[in-house]
C-alpha cells in the first residue's frame, strides 16, 4: 500500500524524497536505546516493589514514583528527540530555515521538560544489574555527598543565574549568522550546537521540574513560574527579529536550492514566528500549570475554624494560626 502511494504520479516528488529521508544514526539509536530500556526496567522494578508493600500509605507513595504518565513522559521525551536528529525535519533543517527552527523547538523545549519531569534519575540507576546499581548509587553519594567539594562547586556553577544566563547565550549566540552557516556546513558543529541547545535546555528544565539529583534548595511553585517566564524574552526578541527581517540573515540558505516556491526571506520569517509564538507558549503553557499547582496548593489548605481565625490572638498576631 505504501509502495502504491508512493509510486502515485499525483505525489510531488520532492516530497516524496523527504518523507523516505530517515537519517539512522547508530550512535543517537544506542543511545536511546540504552536509556529507554534502562528506565523502563528501572520503572518496572519499582513499580512491582512498591506493589508489595503491606502498609498502603507506602504503597499509594510507591506508585506516585512509578506511575505509568512518568514512563510515557520520559519514552515520549526520547521519540522526540529521535524525531529531531533523524527524521526528516533534520534533512529539511539544511533547505529550509524554518524546518531547522522546529528542529531546535524539539530540543529545546519539547523533549527536556519530558524527560525531567519523569526524574530519570532515580529509575535509571534501578535499570542497571543489581551488582552495579549498588556501585553506581555508591558513587554517586560520595560524589554528591553534602560537604563535598564536586557538590559544592557543581551547586555554584549550576546555580539558577548562572543557567538561565548560559541558556540565554546558546540560544542566542548559536543564531550569530556566522555561528549558524558554520553550523550548516559542518556536521561536527552542527553536532555541537545540537548538544549544546539539549545540555543548557536539560539545566534549565532541571530547575523547573526539580529532578534528581536535588543540589539546590528547591524553588517555590512562585520562584519557579518566574524563572520559566524569565526565558521568554530572549527567546520572543529573537524570533521577532527574525520574523520582521526584511533581508535574509543567514546567506547559507541562499545558495541552497529553494524547495516548494518559498523564498529565504519569507522561510526565516516563518522560521521567526515559530521562534517567536509556539517557542513562547511552551513556557507560557509551563507557568500557567506551576500557577495551577499553586492555586491547587492553596485551596487543600486546612480550613480555620471561626474559633481560631476570630480569636484575640489571631487578630492580635496574623498569621500565628496559619497551618
Known amino acids: 500500500m505504501r509502495n502504491l502511494f508512493f ?29 529507554g530500556i534502562l528506565y523502563a526496567v528501572g520503572w518496572w522494578r519499582l513499580r512491582k516493589r512498591t506493589s508489595r508493600s503491606r502498609h498502603s500509605r507506602r504503597k499509594s507513595q510507591g506508585h506516585e514514583l512509578a506511575a505509568r504518565w512518568r514512563l510515557v513522559s520520559y519514552l515520549c521525551g526520547l521519540v522526540s528527540v529521535a524525531i529531531a536528529l533523524m527524521s526528516p525535519i533534520d534533512v529539511l533543517g539544511g533547505q529550509l530555515f524554518f524546518m531547522h527552527m522546529i528542529q531546535h523547538l524539539l530540543l529545546i523545549m519539547i523533549a527536556p521538560p519530558l524527560l525531567l519531569i519523569a526524574n530519570p534519575m532515580p529509575f535509571v540507576l534501578w535499570g542497571l544489574p543489581t551488582n552495579w546499581r549498588r556501585k553506581t548509587g555508591q558513587w554517586i553519594a560520595t560524589l554528591l555527598h553534602r560537604k563535598g567539594s564536586f557538590r559544592q562547586g557543581l551547586k555554584a556553577v549550576t546555580g539558577a543565574g ?5 541558556w540565554t547565550i546558546s540560544v542566542i549566540g548559536w543564531h550569530d549568522p556566522s555561528m549558524y552557516n558554520a553550523a550548516l556546513r559542518s556536521d561536527l558543529v552542527h553536532d555541537l550546537e545540537h548538544i549544546t541547545f539539549f545540555t543548557a535546555s536539560m539545566l534549565f528544565w532541571w530547575h523547573v521540574t526539580g529532578a534528581g539529583p536535588r543540589i539546590h534548595k528547591q524553588f517555590g511553585l512562585i520562584g519557579r513560574t518566574a524563572f520559566v517566564l524569565a526565558a521568554i524574552p530572549p527567546n520572543m526578541a529573537l524570533g521577532v527579529v527574525l520574523a520582521f527581517a526584511g533581508v535574509v540573515i543567514y546567506s547559507y540558505y541562499e545558495a ?39 492555586l491547587n496548593a492553596e485551596v487543600e489548605k486546612p480550613i480555620l475554624t471561626e474559633s481560631e481565625w476570630a480569636s484575640d490572638e489571631a487578630v492580635a498576631a496574623p498569621g500565628l494560626n496559619k497551618k
Open 256 to 294: 541552497v536550492p529553494r524547495l516548494w516556491g518559498i523564498d529565504p526571506v519569507l522561510d526565516q520569517r516563518i522560521g521567526g514566528v515559530i521562534m517567536w509564538i509556539p517557542g513562547s507558549m511552551m513556557f507560557i503553557i509551563a507557568a500557567l500549570i506551576l500557577i495551577a499547582q499553586l
Open 7 to 35: 509510486r502515485d504520479s499525483l505525489v510531488d516528488p520532492v516530497l516524496r524524497a523527504v518523507l523516505l529521508s530517515w537519517d539512522w544514526r547508530l550512535e543517537v539509536i544506542v543511545i536511546l536505546l540504552v536509556l
Open 162 to 166: 548562572i543557567i538561565w544566563l548560559l
